[in-house]
């Protein structure tokens, strides 16, 4: 067992884009309803071209397993997202809650200004947002849901010295 595991280094802008396309869809799997689908039962009259009729389909068989596992599948999202939600800290479950669950057109703002007790400012909000986003990443990455190698720093290829050496 290694004492010395070290936490990885991520990037700010893609850590809170990744983050915000999860939140994103569970706003849309909360909000939207789920259509069942339906088989026709009715004959349809088209033009068969006799080929190979060991291929056999079952449409109601497709449709209703659809119509159970989608729904399953998205309940089991949300959860796993409430339940990564349940971990972080008391205000960074308050801001993750109030801020991305909840609606759709709540602002910033009206988040540290109105929504904390007391107030907050704008940059403990951005330190708080930021501490919650790694913490998630982390989490989603276990599960699955995002790919920490994707939320990697870009090392910068050219250096001040070689573009020093470069331009003159």
């Known amino acids: 067992m290694n004492p010395m595991i070290s936490l990885p ?24 309803t789920f259509e069942m689908r339906e088989t026709s039962l009715t004959a349809s009259y088209e033009a068969r071209m006799h080929g190979p009729t060991n291929v056999t389909g079952d449409p109601t068989a497709g449709a209703a397993i659809y119509n159970v596992d989608t729904p399953a599948a998205r309940r089991a999202y949300c959860e796993r997202i409430e339940a990564i939600v349940e971990r972080l800290g008391e205000r960074e479950q308050l801001l993750v809650r109030e801020r991305y669950l909840k609606h759709d057109d709540i602002f910033d703002y009206k988040v540290y200004s109105y929504l904390f007790d007391p107030p907050i400012s704008k940059d403990t909000y951005v330190k708080i947002r930021a501490r919650a986003f790694y913490k998630m990443a982390l989490a989603l990455a276990d599960t699955g849901m995002i790919r920490l190698d994707e939320l990697m720093p870009q090392k910068k290829r050219v250096r001040r010295a070689d573009a020093a050496c470069t331009t003159s």
């Open 9 to 32: 280094e991520l990037d700010r802008r893609q850590t809170r884009t990744a983050v915000e396309a999860v939140f994103e869809k569970y706003r849309i799997y909360k909000t939207i």
